[in-house]
């Protein structure tokens, strides 16, 4: 299975999205906080990248959000 990292690495930044955004469904639906904070974070360093900050912004406050009520510092 294919990740979202080698997808970067490849060039590939729509599959990236696509499967980043895949795991993130599936990590809320586990019910994997760490997990879905830090693929929100993700999506939202890769909007912020490609010239998006509209998305990037709102992504990367809930991720930050997400975060501090686990009890990681920033």
Do not use: N
């Not at 019910?31 to 693929?39: C, I």
Request: net charge positive; no cysteine; proline share 4%.
């Amino acid at each position: 299975m294919r990740s979202g990292r080698s997808a970067i690495a490849q060039g590939d930044l729509a599959e990236a999205e696509r499967l980043y955004r895949d795991s993130l469904q599936i990590s809320r639906q586990i019910g994997d906080a760490q997990g879905t904070f830090a693929l929100t974070a993700r999506l939202g360093q890769m909007a912020l990248q490609q010239g998006r900050p509209e998305e990037a912004v709102p992504l990367l406050r809930e991720a930050r959000q997400g975060f501090e009520r686990l009890g990681f510092a920033p």
